[in-house]
């Protein structure tokens, strides 16, 4: 079992900044694919940044330029920074991570883009 606690959600007003952290229970080393998904009101859930074991990453093309997933082994934990923050970036972030061959995902941490 892998727990996954995300924090760093919050109020920004758009063309702000806000950093996610989720730190896992487990070494970091034994994930292969670690990465951020978020859902919108009415919307369905949808790829934000993944990183795999070697460090590729993958973005949603909506963030493409403006958010930056990285690994942290100190702290045990993925981190998105997101810049150039817009109205259409709210929703719930949930981290997730898969490991051995099972998904695990996190409670979700809320995100709002607004004036």
């Known amino acids: 079992q892998v727990q996954l606690v995300e924090s760093g959600g919050g109020l920004v007003q758009p063309g702000g900044s806000l950093t996610l952290s989720c730190a896992a229970s487990k070494s970091i080393s034994s994930i292969t694919i670690f990465g951020w998904y978020r859902q919108a009101p009415g919307k369905a859930r949808e790829l934000v940044a993944r990183?795999?074991?070697?460090?590729?990453?993958n973005y949603g093309d909506s963030v493409k330029g403006r958010f930056t997933i990285s690994r942290d082994s100190a702290k045990n934990a993925v981190d998105l920074q997101m810049n150039s923050l817009k109205p259409e970036d709210t929703g719930v972030y949930y981290c997730?991570?898969?490991?051995?061959?099972?998904?695990?995902w996190g409670q979700g941490t809320q995100v709002t883009v607004s004036s």
């Open positions: 997730y991570a898969h490991r051995y061959g099972t998904a695990y």
């Open positions: 990183i795999g074991s070697a460090d590729h990453t």
